[in-house]
């Protein structure tokens, strides 16, 4: 089926800048994108969602934006610091009464 | 406050032993849960998900099974393991409505399997 790919498997980002992590999907009905941080051996902790009425939705040190004329999802972290290294996955529900779709996740690296 | 409870944290079994994690979730009711397999350094596989006691979707063909006995309890379960059925098992819960809620998950087990 479709699913939410990601254009950047690994991202290295110099400590105190921002990041920006990019994720695609494919179908255009898709109405709930959701990002997850996963730590190394850790279950994945939510980090933010955005529906398909907003573009952009902001929380602390992070913003996603949606747009959909592109299909496309990414996150920014602002400051980044050494503790936001880990994977992060974007994840979308298509239409339907079906689970979440995930990507196959971006590693992020902060150098220090 | 509600939280989700997943054990063991790890588990190392031969080939054709069977297996059982287990997963509750406190602090909600009629909780829709799931169960994903994350193979070393890749994405989530979704394995099982049930909107309801007894009510168990499979997504992928395979070795294990799914039960829920009661409300907030999922089971994951294999009669014999195979060597792919090696990785990181993950339980999570979202809210009891559609599927375009968050997901919570636990904390994972580390199944290897020699």
């Known amino acids: 089926g479709e699913s939410v790919g990601l254009h950047l498997p690994t991202l290295s980002v110099q400590e105190g800048d921002n990041s920006i992590i990019n994720c695609a999907y494919s179908n255009s009905a898709s109405d709930y994108f959701i990002w997850y941080k996963q730590e190394s051996g850790k279950g994945p902790q939510f980090i933010i969602d955005i529906r398909s009425n907003m573009d952009k939705r902001q929380g602390q040190r992070v913003t996603v934006l949606l747009n959909k004329t592109v299909k496309h999802l990414s996150l920014q972290i602002a400051a980044t610091q050494p503790g936001d290294s880990a994977v992060y996955f974007c994840a979308e529900n298509e239409p339907g009464n079906t689970p979440l779709v995930f990507g196959k996740g971006t590693r992020l690296s902060v150098i220090a | ?114």
Do not use: M
Request: a neutral charge.
């Open chain 2, 1 to 114: 406050s509600q939280t989700i409870h997943q054990w063991p944290a790890t588990l190392v079994q031969p080939v054709g032993s069977p297996l059982s994690l287990e997963c509750t979730v406190e602090g909600t009711s009629n909780p829709n849960l799931y169960w994903y397999r994350q193979a070393a350094g890749r994405g989530l596989q979704l394995l099982f998900y049930s909107v309801g006691i007894g009510q168990i979707s499979s997504e992928v063909p395979q070795n294990l099974s799914a039960s829920r006995p009661q409300d907030r309890q999922f089971i994951l379960s294999s009669k014999k393991l195979l060597l792919s059925d090696s990785g990181f098992y993950l339980c999570a819960w979202s809210a009891p409505t559609a599927f375009n809620e968050k997901l919570f998950f636990g904390s994972g087990t580390q199944l290897s399997v020699l």
